[in-house]
């Protein structure tokens, strides 16, 4: 966050602090953008682990859609 406010960097990436969002409203976020765009999480809400496939991406986690017949 400090880099795209402060020296403008990567314009291209949505960084939201999970301390100031409600726990529904980033579930909510992470439901409808996963299958907008890639999606990484320090952690996944325990709401979305039925819906989501997650891959190590050290040290963060990706999120994408759930493959059918899961």
Avoid: C, M, W
């Avoid at 966050?1 to 990436?13: A, H, K, M, N, T």
């Avoid at 765009?37 to 039925?50: E, F, G, H, M």
């Amino acid at each position: 966050e400090y880099l795209q406010l402060v020296e403008g960097s990567r314009p291209d990436v949505q960084a939201i602090n999970r301390f100031l969002i409600s726990h529904e409203a980033l579930t909510e976020l992470l439901s409808r953008e996963i299958d907008e765009r890639p999606v990484y999480v320090d952690s996944v809400p325990a709401s979305l682990l039925s819906e989501v496939d997650v891959t190590d991406a050290d040290p963060l986690l990706r999120l994408r859609p759930a493959k059918a017949g899961r």
